[in-house]
Nanobody, 127 residues
Framework: QVQLVESGGGLVQSGGSVRLSCAAS????????MAWFRQAAGKEREFVAA????????YYADSVKGRFTISRDNAKNTVYLQMNSLKPEDTAVYYC????????????????????WGQGTQVTVSS
């Protein structure tokens, strides 16, 4: 089972930027489709962005399209989420997830399709 550790969260003003990182253990990171999800207080976990195994393809939730960018560095076993033009409604705990069942080249939006999860990192956007 791969271990995922997120970092980079914190408090940021509206309109600001944050980059999240998710470091994975193991030697097979490049075979996993990766994704970012978020969960605001009192709400269900929701899809944010996904990236293919090679990093060549990605897609986003409509709510973050044009503001967030997912990327990965397979040599460093790390996936990133660059978040720009942040809004108060982006406030949430952000989780990275890995398709460790290796079912997809690029994963879906359903959280239950991802077998491995990090512990999450809080991002708070002040207005």
């Amino acid at each position: 089972q791969v271990q995922l550790v997120e970092s980079g969260g914190g408090l940021v003003q509206s309109g600001g930027s944050v980059r999240l990182s998710c470091a994975a253990s193991g030697r097979t990171f490049g075979v996993y489709a990766m994704a970012w999800f978020r969960q605001a207080a009192g709400k269900e976990r929701e899809f944010v962005a996904a990236i293919s195994r090679s990093g060549g393809r990605s897609y986003y939730a409509d709510s973050v399209k044009g503001r967030f960018t997912i990327s990965r560095d397979n040599a460093k076993n790390t996936v990133y989420l660059q978040m720009n033009s942040l809004k108060p409604e982006d406030t949430a705990v952000y989780y990275c997830a890995a398709d460790t069942s290796i079912s997809y080249d690029i994963g879906p939006t359903r959280p239950n399709e991802y077998a491995s999860w990090g512990q999450g990192t809080q991002v708070t956007v002040s207005s």
